[in-house]
């Protein structure tokens, strides 16, 4: 550097050229500077959160969510601008809940990172209520929102002791059973959904003899049902108390519903009726693909995630029964954080999002089933079908099975529970563990996990 | 710091830079004039060259206190306290309880003793063949930068997505691992669920990543030895493994040490890799926790299961098995100097 900066030094005798110097190195600062800004402006513009407008004066509401919600695919966001020109719609979405989750409520505690519309699942959605009510708008006040759209259940999750509504529902999960009927077929059993509903319905005991025939002439290398986790989850989504009592004391070790719902699934596991998975990873994606199972509980948005991991061949082999007890799995929620840049505009624009035509909409492109129980019987609900199912009117069967949905004591750390009866609790069973071994396994760690 | 003061032009004024020779014709008030600005100059280069140098080394400091020095103090702070993270402000004082809790709580112990164990059965490989591997590169080869870089692209790879790929690879039933020893007759494993294969295949994922980087510095530490040590050690006849045990072994023996211990640490701080081992599950390490290390047992407590005040003592745990650790790596590295 000396050698350069010698001459340079000596330049200083002259005044004009100083004078240059200067003025190039303010130049110089200030471009560096603008850059430096300009670069902080493009960070902004990407997420959209940092800038409520941009250049025509119009003002972006931007929405947090994660996975799948599909507003975006069914072409809502866009209708929404072109009803509104003043407003653009920017989404950051992540991609699993267990990320999102804890993010959210690390911003929602600290008032910092919001954006304007915010989801919640539904496995979330009691904490939610139960600590953040504060920081959140009441949404049932919003114009255009009327609670009778919505399942009374559905509406209540959402709603505080003292009657504020956190959040307005999106989509539910009604529970059906999806079964393949060509594997159904070699092992001799009906395959037609309505005899099959009706050999099954009323108890999920009904549904494990179903299994045990299906075992005795089943295709080799095949189970009757996906998983010990997914059994006994679709069994404990039934039950109106599951693990929590209705005054918010947790009582899943006391419960008999969940003993009953874990033996059960624990003994079908010792017969092999059910293949040793957890739900959701790898390996089990790949029973999907090699047809290794013949029936899962699932909720509609379950077809979507069959159809991503089978094989092109599978399309048309599934069909959608109704289930021995109608239960509930998923579902989300919007919230409108008070500190919201835009929380005006957030809240109309939720009360639309979630409105029941924006919900049907949403049902016939992305498969989440609405949550406002006055469209149930619309054209696009019951006319759906799906690629997996052929035919078969899937929105009728799960229409049906969402108005038999009880209305369920959620508790706030529902999750922790269900997850630690299932993927450290029953899943132990498949393993060569007694089911009582693995049912003192699971009430160790959701203890732990449970102690503050 | 050699430059002169007096003749250094100030940084604020074009650089260290020295000063432009004095004018022949000059009158004399001119002088006095240039004397004394001179001294004004020189008074204010001596605080610049007192003080520069703590402005400089201010901002690792400052953000050593923000990020470093606080988060330690406040962890600290809110170990002694029942936190949750729907309310991170609200501390109910419990002084020792979450210490104390710790000595009978078997998830710990059982994380710990994962911790150790695949610390152990990924480290030694890893360093082995690390040691291995640079050997061979030390030869003359040809295309050996190939060689050098490849070894370094499991370090570059991102760990999440290695991860995934071995989880493939250790599927229990279409994985690779499990097909190939199915072609020599061996049962399949279950990888994932049984104690030791998982442990061992989080321990896989650990040494493909981390061996290409000890054996770089393996390998530097090697080109450093003296050729001649070599050549006199042929010259009494020593063979190739000879020299590597005679000349090229006591040579490293810093560089060991020095990768013993950044393993070590490494080893007690291992978290990615057996988080991603089980996409599903994560944080608990298997169905019975059966690979969960100590980093991953502080990861779920805080933020699954969002207790913040179990969390901070745990980490406060960690930093106190790490230092243990560190006083045994110091006291075996001196006793190693000593007896050399």
């Not at chain 1, 049902?225 to 039934?238: E, R």
């Not at chain 1, 874990?262 to 079908?268: L, R």
């Not at chain 2, 990924?122 to 070894?151: C, D, E, W």
């Not at chain 2, 072609?183 to 049984?194: M, T």
Request: charged fraction near 20%; aromatic fraction near 10%; proline fraction near 5%.
């Amino acid at each position: 550097m000396r050698a350069r900066t010698l001459p340079l030094s000596r330049q200083r005798t002259n005044g004009g050229k100083l004078f240059t110097r200067k003025a190039l190195a303010v130049a110089a600062v200030v471009s560096l500077g603008t850059g430096l800004l300009a670069g902080c402006a493009d960070d902004g513009g990407d997420k959209d959160s940092d800038s409520s407008s941009d250049g025509k004066g119009k003002t972006t509401v931007t929405l947090g969510l994660f996975g799948t919600f599909g507003f975006k695919e069914a072409g809502l966001y866009a209708e929404y601008e072109k009803l509104n020109p003043d407003i653009k719609i920017a989404e950051n979405v992540v991609e699993r809940n267990e990320n999102y989750y804890p993010a959210l409520l690390n911003h929602l505690t600290t008032n910092s990172g919001l954006q304007d519309v915010q989801a919640v699942e539904v496995g979330n959605i009691a904490e939610i209520v139960e600590t953040q009510a504060g920081k959140l708008e009441d949404l049932s006040k919003v114009e255009g929102v009327n609670k009778s759209d919505w399942l009374g259940w559905k509406w209540e999750q959402a709603t505080t002791k003292d009657g504020q509504t956190v959040g307005l529902g999106t989509d539910i999960g009604p529970m059906a059973i999806c079964y393949r009927k060509d594997l159904f077929e070699k092992a001799g059993l009906p395959t037609d959904r309505e005899e099959l509903g009706k050999l099954w319905a009323g108890d999920w005991a009904k549904l494990i003899e179903v299994g045990e025939d299906y075992q005795k002439k089943a295709p080799k290398g095949t189970t009757f049902f996906d998983s010990p986790g997914g059994l006994m989850s679709a069994v404990l989504s039934s039950e109106e108390k599951r693990f929590y009592d209705s005054s918010g004391e947790v009582i899943y070790k006391t419960n008999p519903a969940v003993k009953k719902a874990f033996d059960m699934t624990a003994k079908a596991a010792e017969d092999g009726l059910v293949g040793a998975q957890t739900q959701f990873q790898p390996s089990w994606d790949q029973t999907i693909a090699n047809n290794k199972f013949a029936a899962m509980s699932c909720p509609p948005w379950m077809l979507g995630y069959i159809k991503g991991k089978s094989q092109p061949d599978a399309a048309g082999k599934w069909d959608v029964a109704l289930p021995p007890k109608a239960g509930n799995w998923g579902g989300s929620f919007l919230a409108v954080p008070k500190s919201a840049k835009n929380a005006e505009e957030a809240k109309k624009l939720v009360a639309w999002l979630t409105a029941p035509a924006q919900q049907a909409k949403l049902f016939k492109v992305q498969g989440s089933f609405p949550s406002a129980q006055s469209i149930f019987d619309s054209p696009e609900v019951t006319g759906a079908v799906n690629d997996m199912t052929g035919d078969a009117p899937i929105g009728e069967v799960f229409a049906e099975a969402a108005q038999q949905i009880p209305v369920q004591v959620i508790g706030p750390k529902d999750q922790i529970i269900s997850q630690g009866l299932g993927d450290n609790g029953v899943i132990l069973v498949t393993k060569g563990k007694s089911p009582k071994e693995a049912w003192e396994t699971a009430v160790k760690t959701i203890d732990n996990n449970l102690d503050k | 710091m050699s430059t002169r003061h007096d003749t250094a032009a100030s940084p604020l004024k074009g650089g260290a830079a020295p000063g432009r020779p004095p004018r022949g014709t000059a009158s004399a008030s001119a002088k006095d004039r240039e004397e004394r600005r001179r001294k004004k100059l020189s008074r204010r280069w001596q605080r610049d060259m007192r003080w520069s140098p703590y402005a400089f080394v201010a901002p690792f400091f400052l953000l050593f206190l923000a990020f470093g020095l606080f988060p330690l103090i406040y962890t600290g702070w809110a170990s002694l306290h029942q936190v949750e993270l729907t309310a991170p402000t609200d501390m109910n004082w419990v002084g020792l309880k979450n210490y104390t809790r710790i000595f009978d709580d078997d998830f710990f112990w059982n994380a710990a003793r994962n911790t150790l164990t695949i610390g152990i059965i990924s480290t030694v490989p890893q360093l082995l063949m690390a040691m291995g591997i640079a050997h061979i590169l030390n030869y003359k080869l040809r295309a050996s930068t190939f060689y050098r870089v490849a070894m370094l692209a499991p370090y570059a790879t991102s760990i999440a997505a290695a991860s995934l790929v071995f989880v493939l690879l250790f599927g229990r039933d279409y994985g690779m691992i499990n097909w190939a020893l199915d072609l020599v007759g061996i049962d399949p494993v279950a990888w994932q669920d049984d104690k030791w294969p998982g442990q061992f295949a989080v321990s896989t994922i650990i040494i493909w990543r981390w061996t290409g980087y000890n054996a770089l510095i393996y390998l530097a530490a090697m080109q450093a030895i003296p050729q001649d040590l070599y050549e006199s050690a042929a010259l009494d006849g020593a063979n190739r493994w000879q020299q590597f045990l005679h000349v090229t072994l006591p040579s490293l023996r810093p560089t060991i040490l020095f990768t013993v211990v950044v393993s070590t640490i490494g080893a007690s701080q291992v978290f990615g890799e057996p988080l991603l081992f089980d996409p599903n599950k994560g944080a608990s390490g298997g169905a019975e926790h059966q690979f969960q290390t100590l980093g991953l047992y502080l990861y779920e407590q805080g933020w699954i299961n969002q207790h913040l005040g179990r969390a901070s003592a745990i980490a406060w745990m960690m930093f106190l098995i790490l230092i243990v650790i560190g006083i045994i790596n110091y006291v075996i590295s001196r006793r190693l100097r000593a007896s050399s």
